[in-house]
């Protein structure tokens, strides 16, 4: 390709960019307005003005944005229900959400991935034993999985207490992954794979913000 073919390539990336861009903010605000019209009519004001607000402070731009507004759409019934209002899922929009919570999961799989294996690595060498804990946990209509999270603990130096079972410490690095949240990083394996889903928690009432 030459030099001009590339320069006019160049300006239809912009062009086409700068578009996408213009278009997801009133997508945005589109998503917000559709789930709170499945609230309950005394709320739905309310919860509008904070969505709002909080779109705004959702950072990495509007991709970022149009993913959390379109996560607060799909999660509009669970929240309704936490606010007493009767609700019925169709097959279409659980469809819809087990599609969007595969799809955000392997995208963040594949963003986090290297800092996926820093981390396991990290644990590795603070102290022995496997990266990731397996937990056992019942889902959805009772059905058991296995909840995968980085792991936290180790073996105390200590020994056994009388009750035979082992004595667990927390570990150098459990301690920096448990303070950020960061041993959770692990559940979007369970997400992908249908056992957990991403859910948006409503909250009682707008934040105040000094």
Not at 52 to 60: C, R
Not at 64 to 73: D, E, P, Q
């Amino acid at each position: 390709m030459t030099a001009l073919g590339w320069v006019v390539l160049a300006i239809l990336a912009a062009v086409v960019g700068a578009e996408a861009i213009a278009w997801c903010g009133p997508a945005q605000q589109w998503m917000l307005r559709r789930a709170a019209s499945a609230l309950p009519e005394e709320h739905r004001d309310r919860y509008l003005e904070e969505w709002t607000a909080e779109l705004k402070q959702v950072p990495n731009g509007p991709v970022t944005r149009s993913l959390w507004a379109g996560g607060l759409l799909l999660s509009r019934n669970s929240i309704a229900r936490a606010l007493g209002a009767p609700v019925s899922a169709s097959r279409g929009s659980l469809l819809a959400k087990r599609f969007f919570d595969a799809g955000v999961a392997a995208f963040c799989l594949v963003l986090y991935g290297p800092l996926l294996l820093v981390i396991a690595l990290a644990i590795r060498l603070d102290s022995r034993g496997p990266a990731l804990f397996r937990g056992a946990r019942i889902g959805r209509n009772g059905r058991p999985f296995v909840m995968f999270n980085f792991r936290t603990m180790a073996p105390s130096e200590r020994g056994q207490p009388s009750g035979g079972e082992p004595q667990l410490r927390p570990t150098r690095v459990g301690c920096v992954l448990h303070r950020y949240s960061l041993d959770e990083l692990p559940q979007l394996i369970n997400v992908a794979r249908g056992d957990m889903t991403l859910r948006v928690i409503a909250r009682s009432g707008p934040s105040r913000r000094r």
